[in-house]
Protein backbone atom coordinates (compact mmCIF):
# COMPACT_ATOMS: atom_id res chain seq x y z
CA UNK A 1 0.00 0.00 0.00
CA UNK A 2 2.62 2.38 1.01
CA UNK A 3 4.34 1.66 -2.44
CA UNK A 4 0.98 2.94 -4.46
CA UNK A 5 0.73 6.15 -2.40
CA UNK A 6 4.23 6.71 -2.85
CA UNK A 7 4.04 6.36 -6.77
CA UNK A 8 0.72 8.23 -7.19
CA UNK A 9 2.16 10.87 -5.49
CA UNK A 10 4.83 10.79 -8.04
CA UNK A 11 2.39 10.93 -10.86
CA UNK A 12 0.82 13.53 -9.52
CA UNK A 13 4.15 15.25 -9.27
CA UNK A 14 5.19 14.82 -12.71
CA UNK A 15 1.54 16.01 -14.13
CA UNK A 16 1.26 19.14 -12.53
CA UNK A 17 2.21 21.98 -13.80
CA UNK A 18 2.86 24.97 -11.36
CA UNK A 19 1.63 28.59 -12.63
CA UNK A 20 4.68 30.76 -12.77
CA UNK A 21 4.87 34.52 -13.35
CA UNK A 22 6.07 35.58 -16.89
CA UNK A 23 7.40 38.88 -16.69
CA UNK A 24 6.85 39.45 -20.27
CA UNK A 25 3.25 39.26 -20.41
CA UNK A 26 3.18 43.12 -19.24
CA UNK A 27 0.87 44.41 -21.22
CA UNK A 28 -2.63 43.81 -23.18
CA UNK A 29 -3.21 46.51 -24.67
CA UNK A 30 -6.56 47.07 -22.88
CA UNK A 31 -7.53 50.12 -21.10
CA UNK A 32 -9.09 50.46 -17.94
CA UNK A 33 -12.83 50.66 -17.88
CA UNK A 34 -13.02 54.02 -16.01
CA UNK A 35 -10.21 55.11 -18.37
CA UNK A 36 -12.42 54.17 -21.27
CA UNK A 37 -14.89 56.74 -20.17
CA UNK A 38 -17.22 57.05 -22.89
CA UNK A 39 -14.95 55.16 -25.61
CA UNK A 40 -15.89 51.61 -26.42
CA UNK A 41 -14.54 47.99 -26.18
CA UNK A 42 -16.43 45.51 -28.57
CA UNK A 43 -19.15 47.57 -28.99
CA UNK A 44 -20.17 48.17 -25.15
CA UNK A 45 -19.02 51.89 -23.67
CA UNK A 46 -17.28 52.41 -20.14
CA UNK A 47 -17.33 53.97 -17.48
CA UNK A 48 -17.93 52.89 -13.89
CA UNK A 49 -21.19 54.03 -14.49
CA UNK A 50 -23.70 54.39 -17.09
CA UNK A 51 -23.16 57.17 -20.07
CA UNK A 52 -19.67 56.44 -19.79
CA UNK A 53 -19.35 58.34 -16.34
CA UNK A 54 -17.32 57.23 -13.31
CA UNK A 55 -19.50 59.09 -10.70
CA UNK A 56 -22.50 57.63 -9.14
CA UNK A 57 -25.79 58.79 -11.50
CA UNK A 58 -27.59 61.15 -9.14
CA UNK A 59 -30.46 58.30 -8.47
CA UNK A 60 -28.17 55.67 -7.42
CA UNK A 61 -26.11 58.22 -5.36
CA UNK A 62 -28.66 59.19 -3.69
CA UNK A 63 -30.20 55.56 -2.74
CA UNK A 64 -26.63 55.01 -1.17
CA UNK A 65 -27.01 58.02 0.71
CA UNK A 66 -30.89 56.77 1.88
CA UNK A 67 -28.57 53.22 2.74
CA UNK A 68 -25.72 54.62 4.45
CA UNK A 69 -28.39 56.87 6.42
CA UNK A 70 -30.02 53.47 8.14
CA UNK A 71 -26.76 52.11 9.13
CA UNK A 72 -27.05 52.34 12.96
CA UNK A 73 -24.63 49.97 15.89
CA UNK A 74 -26.08 47.62 16.88
CA UNK A 75 -25.83 45.00 19.67
CA UNK A 76 -25.18 41.10 19.16
CA UNK A 77 -29.07 40.69 18.46
CA UNK A 78 -29.37 43.22 16.02
CA UNK A 79 -31.13 45.90 18.10
CA UNK A 80 -30.34 49.16 17.56
CA UNK A 81 -27.99 50.60 20.50
CA UNK A 82 -25.93 54.21 19.66
CA UNK A 83 -23.75 53.68 22.87
CA UNK A 84 -23.12 50.55 22.97
CA UNK A 85 -23.63 48.56 19.35
CA UNK A 86 -21.03 48.03 16.73
CA UNK A 87 -20.82 48.24 13.05
CA UNK A 88 -20.01 45.22 11.25
CA UNK A 89 -17.95 45.66 8.20
CA UNK A 90 -16.91 42.15 6.33
CA UNK A 91 -14.41 40.88 3.95
CA UNK A 92 -15.62 38.96 1.14
CA UNK A 93 -13.62 36.59 -1.53
CA UNK A 94 -10.91 34.44 -1.94
CA UNK A 95 -6.96 34.61 -1.26
CA UNK A 96 -6.19 38.18 -3.22
CA UNK A 97 -9.60 39.87 -1.69
CA UNK A 98 -7.94 38.56 1.88
CA UNK A 99 -4.51 39.82 1.17
CA UNK A 100 -5.59 43.06 0.14
CA UNK A 101 -8.46 43.15 2.97
CA UNK A 102 -5.67 42.80 5.44
CA UNK A 103 -3.45 45.35 3.99
CA UNK A 104 -6.53 48.02 4.31
CA UNK A 105 -7.22 46.97 7.64
CA UNK A 106 -3.89 47.43 8.86
CA UNK A 107 -4.02 51.05 7.16
CA UNK A 108 -7.13 51.40 9.33
CA UNK A 109 -5.37 50.98 12.74
CA UNK A 110 -2.92 53.87 11.68
CA UNK A 111 -5.91 56.31 10.78
CA UNK A 112 -6.81 58.47 13.70
CA UNK A 113 -10.21 59.24 12.45
CA UNK A 114 -11.77 56.53 12.07
CA UNK A 115 -15.45 55.54 13.62
CA UNK A 116 -14.37 53.47 17.12
CA UNK A 117 -17.64 51.49 16.30
CA UNK A 118 -16.57 50.24 13.35
CA UNK A 119 -14.99 46.76 13.31
CA UNK A 120 -13.55 45.22 10.01
CA UNK A 121 -13.60 41.09 9.66
CA UNK A 122 -11.67 39.75 6.83
CA UNK A 123 -13.95 36.34 6.05
CA UNK A 124 -11.81 35.57 2.36
CA UNK A 125 -10.66 31.60 2.27
CA UNK A 126 -8.29 31.33 -0.11
CA UNK A 127 -9.14 29.11 -3.03
CA UNK A 128 -12.93 29.59 -2.58
CA UNK A 129 -14.93 30.78 -6.04
CA UNK A 130 -17.98 32.89 -6.11
CA UNK A 131 -19.29 29.32 -7.26
CA UNK A 132 -19.24 27.77 -3.70
CA UNK A 133 -20.07 31.10 -2.17
CA UNK A 134 -23.46 31.40 -3.78
CA UNK A 135 -24.57 28.29 -1.89
CA UNK A 136 -25.79 29.16 2.15
CA UNK A 137 -24.68 26.05 3.72
CA UNK A 138 -21.32 26.15 2.10
CA UNK A 139 -18.23 26.08 4.67
CA UNK A 140 -17.66 29.47 2.92
CA UNK A 141 -20.21 31.42 5.35
CA UNK A 142 -19.64 28.56 8.64
CA UNK A 143 -16.25 30.15 8.82
CA UNK A 144 -17.29 34.01 8.01
CA UNK A 145 -19.57 33.24 10.83
CA UNK A 146 -16.95 31.77 13.37
CA UNK A 147 -15.04 34.45 12.43
CA UNK A 148 -17.69 37.04 13.29
CA UNK A 149 -18.26 35.47 16.59
CA UNK A 150 -14.46 34.51 17.95
CA UNK A 151 -14.43 38.90 17.52
CA UNK A 152 -17.89 38.64 19.99
CA UNK A 153 -20.04 39.98 17.17
CA UNK A 154 -22.55 38.37 15.42
CA UNK A 155 -24.39 37.98 11.54
CA UNK A 156 -27.09 40.65 13.01
CA UNK A 157 -24.54 43.54 12.98
CA UNK A 158 -22.91 42.91 9.56
CA UNK A 159 -24.24 45.89 7.80
CA UNK A 160 -21.40 46.55 4.91
CA UNK A 161 -19.45 44.06 2.86
CA UNK A 162 -16.59 45.14 0.46
CA UNK A 163 -16.18 42.05 -1.64
CA UNK A 164 -14.00 40.64 -4.54
CA UNK A 165 -14.26 37.56 -6.51
CA UNK A 166 -14.63 35.30 -9.70
CA UNK A 167 -15.91 32.04 -10.63
CA UNK A 168 -12.46 30.34 -9.90
CA UNK A 169 -13.26 26.96 -12.55
CA UNK A 170 -14.76 28.95 -15.36
CA UNK A 171 -13.05 28.44 -18.27
CA UNK A 172 -14.92 30.85 -20.82
CA UNK A 173 -12.63 33.93 -22.03
CA UNK A 174 -15.33 34.87 -24.92
CA UNK A 175 -16.86 38.68 -24.32
CA UNK A 176 -19.61 39.29 -23.54
CA UNK A 177 -20.67 35.86 -22.39
CA UNK A 178 -17.90 35.28 -19.62
CA UNK A 179 -18.58 38.80 -18.01
CA UNK A 180 -22.55 37.87 -18.22
CA UNK A 181 -22.55 34.75 -16.57
CA UNK A 182 -20.51 36.07 -13.60
CA UNK A 183 -23.45 38.51 -13.43
CA UNK A 184 -25.97 35.92 -12.41
CA UNK A 185 -22.98 34.42 -10.21
CA UNK A 186 -22.71 37.52 -8.24
CA UNK A 187 -26.79 38.07 -8.41
CA UNK A 188 -27.07 34.74 -6.76
CA UNK A 189 -24.26 35.84 -4.33
CA UNK A 190 -25.53 38.67 -3.03
CA UNK A 191 -29.30 37.33 -2.38
CA UNK A 192 -27.50 34.74 -0.70
CA UNK A 193 -25.63 37.47 1.74
CA UNK A 194 -28.53 39.43 2.58
CA UNK A 195 -30.32 36.05 3.81
CA UNK A 196 -27.19 35.51 5.96
CA UNK A 197 -26.74 39.30 7.18
CA UNK A 198 -30.52 40.31 7.44
CA UNK A 199 -29.12 44.18 8.37
CA UNK A 200 -26.51 44.29 5.42
CA UNK A 201 -27.24 47.91 3.95
CA UNK A 202 -24.46 48.36 1.41
CA UNK A 203 -22.07 46.28 -0.44
CA UNK A 204 -18.96 47.56 -2.66
CA UNK A 205 -17.60 45.79 -5.23
CA UNK A 206 -13.98 45.86 -6.53
CA UNK A 207 -13.03 44.63 -9.90
CA UNK A 208 -9.60 42.09 -9.99
CA UNK A 209 -6.65 42.99 -10.40
CA UNK A 210 -4.38 42.36 -13.19
CA UNK A 211 -3.38 38.97 -13.96
CA UNK A 212 -1.56 38.22 -17.19
CA UNK A 213 1.52 37.74 -15.35
CA UNK A 214 0.28 34.09 -14.54
CA UNK A 215 0.71 30.99 -16.40
CA UNK A 216 -1.80 28.22 -17.12
CA UNK A 217 -1.01 26.02 -14.36
CA UNK A 218 -2.74 24.52 -11.25
CA UNK A 219 -4.87 27.39 -10.88
CA UNK A 220 -8.33 27.05 -11.90
CA UNK A 221 -9.19 28.57 -15.30
CA UNK A 222 -11.20 31.70 -14.48
CA UNK A 223 -8.22 33.28 -12.41
CA UNK A 224 -6.32 33.83 -15.69
CA UNK A 225 -6.66 36.50 -17.85
CA UNK A 226 -8.33 37.63 -19.89
CA UNK A 227 -11.00 37.00 -17.39
CA UNK A 228 -9.43 39.72 -15.10
CA UNK A 229 -10.54 42.43 -17.22
CA UNK A 230 -13.80 40.80 -18.11
CA UNK A 231 -14.51 40.61 -13.82
CA UNK A 232 -14.67 44.76 -13.87
CA UNK A 233 -17.19 44.60 -17.21
CA UNK A 234 -19.15 41.70 -14.78
CA UNK A 235 -19.49 44.21 -12.01
CA UNK A 236 -20.62 47.34 -14.03
CA UNK A 237 -23.26 45.36 -15.45
CA UNK A 238 -24.24 44.07 -12.26
CA UNK A 239 -24.60 47.71 -10.85
CA UNK A 240 -26.20 49.27 -13.72
CA UNK A 241 -28.68 46.19 -13.39
CA UNK A 242 -29.83 47.99 -10.14
CA UNK A 243 -29.71 50.98 -11.24
CA UNK A 244 -32.58 49.86 -13.84
CA UNK A 245 -34.41 48.51 -11.45
CA UNK A 246 -34.33 44.45 -12.71
CA UNK A 247 -36.42 42.19 -11.84
CA UNK A 248 -34.76 40.14 -8.52
CA UNK A 249 -32.35 43.54 -7.84
CA UNK A 250 -34.85 45.27 -5.59
CA UNK A 251 -33.47 46.59 -1.96
CA UNK A 252 -35.01 49.04 -0.29
CA UNK A 253 -36.38 47.19 2.17
CA UNK A 254 -36.13 44.57 4.62
CA UNK A 255 -38.17 41.86 2.23
CA UNK A 256 -36.18 42.45 -1.06
CA UNK A 257 -33.59 40.00 -2.16
CA UNK A 258 -31.03 41.89 -2.38
CA UNK A 259 -28.46 44.66 -0.46
CA UNK A 260 -27.69 48.03 -2.16
CA UNK A 261 -24.30 47.44 -4.28
CA UNK A 262 -21.96 50.03 -5.94
CA UNK A 263 -18.69 50.74 -7.07
CA UNK A 264 -15.49 50.17 -4.29
CA UNK A 265 -11.87 50.38 -5.93
CA UNK A 266 -11.14 49.44 -9.17
CA UNK A 267 -8.20 47.80 -9.12
CA UNK A 268 -7.33 46.54 -12.73
CA UNK A 269 -4.49 48.12 -15.14
CA UNK A 270 -2.85 47.05 -18.02
CA UNK A 271 0.18 45.18 -15.92
CA UNK A 272 3.09 47.85 -15.67
CA UNK A 273 1.24 50.70 -17.71
CA UNK A 274 0.52 53.42 -15.34
CA UNK A 275 -3.12 54.65 -14.85
CA UNK A 276 -4.00 58.30 -14.85
CA UNK A 277 -4.44 58.11 -10.89
CA UNK A 278 -0.89 56.74 -10.96
CA UNK A 279 -1.97 52.91 -9.74
CA UNK A 280 -0.33 49.86 -11.50
CA UNK A 281 1.53 46.64 -10.51
CA UNK A 282 5.04 45.97 -11.56
CA UNK A 283 5.72 42.75 -12.03
CA UNK A 284 8.88 42.25 -10.33
CA UNK A 285 8.02 44.07 -7.11
CA UNK A 286 4.23 43.42 -6.76
CA UNK A 287 3.89 40.43 -7.57
CA UNK A 288 4.43 36.77 -6.55
CA UNK A 289 5.95 33.78 -7.39
CA UNK A 290 2.96 32.23 -9.55
CA UNK A 291 2.13 35.42 -11.26
CA UNK A 292 -1.46 35.62 -9.44
CA UNK A 293 -0.99 36.77 -5.74
CA UNK A 294 0.81 39.74 -4.99
CA UNK A 295 3.95 40.48 -3.05
CA UNK A 296 3.77 42.53 0.36
CA UNK A 297 4.43 45.18 -1.82
CA UNK A 298 1.39 44.70 -4.13
CA UNK A 299 -0.62 44.18 -1.15
CA UNK A 300 0.44 47.35 0.34
CA UNK A 301 -0.58 48.98 -3.19
CA UNK A 302 -3.97 47.93 -2.99
CA UNK A 303 -4.50 48.03 0.53
CA UNK A 304 -3.51 51.92 0.07
CA UNK A 305 -5.96 52.17 -2.75
CA UNK A 306 -8.89 50.82 -0.87
CA UNK A 307 -7.99 53.02 2.14
CA UNK A 308 -8.01 56.03 -0.47
CA UNK A 309 -11.27 55.04 -1.55
CA UNK A 310 -13.19 54.51 1.25
CA UNK A 311 -11.39 57.81 3.28
CA UNK A 312 -12.62 59.86 -0.29
CA UNK A 313 -15.71 58.38 -1.04
CA UNK A 314 -19.32 60.42 0.12
CA UNK A 315 -21.32 57.20 0.94
CA UNK A 316 -18.99 55.82 3.36
CA UNK A 317 -18.52 58.98 5.35
CA UNK A 318 -21.45 57.78 7.78
CA UNK A 319 -19.93 55.05 8.48
CA UNK A 320 -16.12 54.85 7.99
CA UNK A 321 -14.70 58.45 9.91
CA UNK A 322 -15.66 59.51 13.55
CA UNK A 323 -19.02 61.86 14.29
Partial sequence: MKTIITLLALSLAVNTTFAQKDCTQDSTGLVPI?????????????????????????????????????IKPRTIDGSIDLAAGKVVMIGVGASNPRTEFDAFMQICDTFAQIDPKLKRINTCIGG???????????????????ELEDSGLSAQQVQIAWIETEHTGDPNTAFPSAALALVDE????????????PNL???????????????????????????????????????????????GYEFATEEDPMPFITWASYHWSDGSVVRPDGFALD????????????????????????FRYFRQDQTAKKWFKAP
Avoid at 186 to 197: K, P, Q
Avoid at 210 to 219: E, F, H, I, K, R
Avoid at 285 to 299: C, F, M, P
Wanted: one cysteine or more.
Fill in 283 to 306: CATDVGADGLHLSAAGEERIGNLM
Fill in 34 to 70: PQLGTDYYSGYQGGLYPGGANARPAAHREAAYAQVAA
Fill in 201 to 247: KICYISARAYSGYATPGDMGPGLLAPRDYYNGWAVKWLIENQINDAP
Fill in 128 to 146: QGIQKMNMITDPYWVHAIN
Fill in 186 to 197: FETLLTTMRAIF
